[in-house]
């Protein structure tokens, strides 16, 4: 995949992005980006202005030099492989894949076009890319996550409530990077006498049910692990 472009998004975060290169476009044709994310416009409205500032700063604007096709999921993660599929039909000149889970199901969707990874953990952890210094195939992008810091997260635990060793984990494990960090929590809750509980909550429901159960169990603390962003467990 050729990169040419770099643009900024994401809240800050920086973020390679191939499109055609200014020389090399037609008079006619107007660069299409594809936006897919988990969430809604409101919850990502923060994202959405650094994205239209950082294409701003290259010399596009919206609607004259430059299409987008937004694809919300509305925090229906089931939704995600029917969207993919709609951008891929629409025939974008490059997919923006917000978090780990959308950046799955768009390289299971395409190979050929190119994907950017916005707000992801790591690519190559999850097998999605051979490595970051090198990622070949259509997909490239920043980490925004690394699965070791759950251990880091029970070492300040430690820290802060020494006697603690009940840990509850509140986690999403349709996520990828969330069963990495976790494997990086259960190591180290071995190796330091942690005690661990597992809930695994993929919607608002679940997430509900098990706060309100979560005092029976009398944890010493909380640890929470990574949560697929969704306009679900957000509400």
Request: no cysteine; net charge positive; charged share 20%.
């Amino acid at each position: 995949m050729r990169r040419r472009k770099f643009i900024k998004l994401f809240g800050g975060a920086l973020i390679a992005w191939p499109v055609a290169a200014r020389a090399q476009q037609s008079t006619t044709k107007i660069p299409r980006i594809g936006w897919l994310v988990t969430v809604s416009p409101s919850s990502h409205r923060l994202s959405l202005v650094a994205f239209h500032d950082g294409v701003t700063v290259l010399g596009y604007v919206e609607g004259q030099n430059i299409s987008i096709e937004y694809r919300w999921a509305e925090g229906n993660l089931d939704r995600l492989p029917e969207l993919a599929n709609d951008l891929v039909q629409q025939k974008v000149d490059v997919i923006l894949a917000g978090g780990t889970l959308v950046v799955e199901v768009v390289k299971r969707t395409t190979s050929t076009i190119p994907i950017v990874a916005a707000g992801a953990g790591d690519l190559a952890e999850v097998r999605l890319v051979a490595s970051l210094a090198r990622p070949g195939g259509n997909l490239t992008g920043f980490v925004a996550s690394a699965p070791e810091i759950a251990a880091k997260r029970l070492e300040i635990m430690r820290e802060l409530k020494p006697q603690a060793r009940r840990t509850a984990v509140l986690a999403n494990l349709s996520s990828s990077i969330a069963k990495l960090e976790l494997g990086f929590a259960t190591q180290f809750a071995s190796a330091n006498g942690f005690d661990i509980t597992l809930h695994d909550a993929h919607e608002v429901d679940e997430l509900k049910r098990v706060l309100t159960n979560l005092p029976q169990s009398n944890p010493d603390v909380l640890v929470v692990l990574m949560i697929p962003s969704s306009s679900r467990i957000e509400s």
